[in-house]
């Protein structure tokens, strides 16, 4: 039996982060899955056969954008493609229709091996996310349907949000009331509404504890997040879980305060860096570490 194909979009334009060379190598650890890149950023001296670069630049993606939703997207920033992610897989559709699967995610992740945690029997799901309780905006697949790649016109107002140049967080918040409409409900209860909602029914809601320094408690149910990870050859592990795998490491909260809980601070910890990747060209295949000091060689 062949694998189910997934494709993840991500659109990104402006100037590739310093860690472009080794999130490109963390997706080559995983060759079942295509990950098709649109910007107008230069080709990465890292490449892989399955991060597929189309060239495009952010003027002519936003008319994309604006004649395939039927709104005007011309003024929008880089930052404003995050509410458009919902939308993706219908802006894309002749892209992705040979793939079963659809999904869109981040570049400030780094992946683990992907299929260890999505095997067949999870890609039978509508929708797959890597939090409990939302859509995940860095990394949510989708089973290629119509009915998904549309799902984002259920959200009252999706023209005037998506249109308007402020950032709203359709991607997780009004989006996930889609699929997922009483979000703190227990799991049978979750079941009994999903009879009355189609959109609700075989979704894949599981927390994979893929951002550190958030508020979601960590698996042991502390508070203290794991300060050092570690990639290896696809695989993803941390000072404090000892062998357990991670699907992901999405370190946001070490690059922005943006979203960092106060209690860390006032400062990201890479905002005081003056680089944040210190692995050479020549050890990116070796491992590395990921930690308050940056990208360091393994």
Sequence with gaps: ??????????PYFGQWPEWIDLYIESCKHNPTIDWLLFSDCPPPNNTAKNVKLTYISFQDYKKKISDALDIN???ADPYKLCDIKPALGFIHQDEI????YYGFGDIDVIYGDIRSFYNEQVLTHNLISTHWDRISGHLALFKNTQKNRTAFKLIKNWQQFMA??????IDESKFSKIYLRHKKYSAWLRKCYAMFNAYNRNCYFKEQYSTILSPILWING???HPTVWYWKSGKLTNNTDGDREFLYLHFMNLKS????PKKYGNKAAWESLSHINLVPPNKVTDGWIISEKGFLPA
């Excluded at 039996?1 to 991500?10: D, G, P, Q, R, V």
């Excluded at 308007?164 to 967080?169: E, I, L, P, R, V």
């Design 73 to 75: 997207f011309e003024d």
């Design 1 to 10: 039996m062949s694998l189910k194909t997934i494709a993840i979009i991500i």
């Design 164 to 169: 308007d140049t402020k950032h709203h967080g």
């Design 257 to 260: 305060a943006a979203w960092l």
């Design 222 to 224: 502390s508070e203290e």
């Design 97 to 100: 229709k040979h793939y079963d």
